[in-house]
């Protein structure tokens, strides 16, 4: 198994379906603790919350990953250190998680980052088009602002939101293989 979070700004990472045949952690209410069941996308939203968040999104990744299952988190994972989280746990971040392995040996996830990108324009304009979609317009340049885009030696593919939906999945699968 492998997990592919796929990602950016703007709420972009966040399909309404998995349009890739896997597991999606996200939809099945392992969300943030706030904001009404849904990943917050408020200032007031501190590192200290987010740290914990990502450690149990993780542990969710590694259980699912270690039972054969090919799993896709769609989560906005804009700092690096949030996507060395979700690759080791605890042991990716400044913070402890909660739960300490028994082990005490990293456990980490293979793990394939799809990088979203698009201009501000672009992603802005879909926002706008969004109806009762969790993340407020006004924030989306606080998310740019925040984006730390991955980089080597991360494993991780980029696609511009500009192509189609399928072309985007096509990508996708081809990295995959």
Known sequence: GEAEPCGGGGGQGSPARGPLGSKWPGRQGERAP?????????????????????????????????????????CSALKKVYRD?????????????????????????????VYLSGSFEVISGRLLKR?????????LQSQFDTLEPPSDPENFIQINVDKNLSEIIATIMGTLR
């Open 34 to 74: 706030e904001g009404g069941g849904k990943e917050p996308a408020s200032a007031s939203w501190l590192r200290r919350d987010r740290i914990p968040w990502l450690c149990n999104l993780h542990d969710i990744l590694l259980r699912d990953v270690a039972s054969g299952q090919h799993v896709v988190l769609a």
């Open 85 to 113: 989280i979700l690759i080791r746990g605890k042991d990716g971040g400044p913070l402890k998680c909660e739960q300490m392995r028994k082990d005490k040996q990293p456990a980490e996830v293979k793990l394939l980052v």
């Open 131 to 139: 109806k009762g979609h969790f993340m407020p317009p006004e924030l």
